[in-house]
C-alpha cells in the first residue's frame, strides 16, 4: 500500500492551494482519511480527518479556510486549502485507516506548502 501526495508548492498568503493523496495498492476497505503536518521544527499534527459516516475534523487553526474531501471511485483524497497563511508552511502527508483503526502502509514523502508573508 501507498500513498502518494501531491499538489504542494509556494504560495503568497492569502492564496490558495488543492493537495491530493491517491490510494495505490490492495486495500479492502478505508474507513478514514486524514491530512497531517509538520512545520520546521514543530511536531507533527493532525490537520483534518474524514470518516465513514461522521463529520469531518479540523484543526481548530484551519477551520473555516480547508476543506477535506473524499474521491472514493478514486481512492483520492484531498485538502482545499485557503486563506493560507505563513504559520500553514509544513510538509503535508496523508494517512488512511481500516475499519478497525489500523493505518495502511507508512509515512509518504509528503508534499512541501511554503506559504510567503
Known amino acids: 500500500v501507498q500513498l502518494v501526495e501531491s499538489g504542494g508548492g509556494l504560495v503568497q498568503a492569502g492564496g490558495s492551494l488543492r493537495l491530493s493523496c491517491t490510494i495505490s495498492g490492495s486495500i479492502f476497505s478505508v474507513n478514514a482519511m486524514a491530512w497531517y503536518r509538520q512545520g520546521p521544527g514543530k511536531d507533527r499534527e493532525l490537520v483534518a480527518a474524514?470518516?465513514?459516516?461522521?463529520?469531518?475534523y479540523y484543526k481548530d487553526s484551519v477551520k473555516g479556510r480547508f476543506t477535506i474531501s473524499r474521491d472514493n471511485a478514486k481512492r483520492t483524497l484531498y485538502l482545499e486549502m485557503n486563506s493560507l497563511k505563513p504559520e500553514d508552511t509544513a510538509i503535508y502527508y496523508c494517512?488512511?485507516?481500516?475499519?478497525?483503526?489500523?493505518?495502511?502502509?507508512?509515512w509518504g514523502q509528503g508534499t512541501q506548502v511554503t506559504v510567503s508573508s
Open positions: 494517512r488512511a485507516y481500516g475499519p478497525g483503526g489500523a493505518a495502511f502502509g507508512s
Open positions: 474524514s470518516s465513514n459516516g461522521s463529520n469531518p
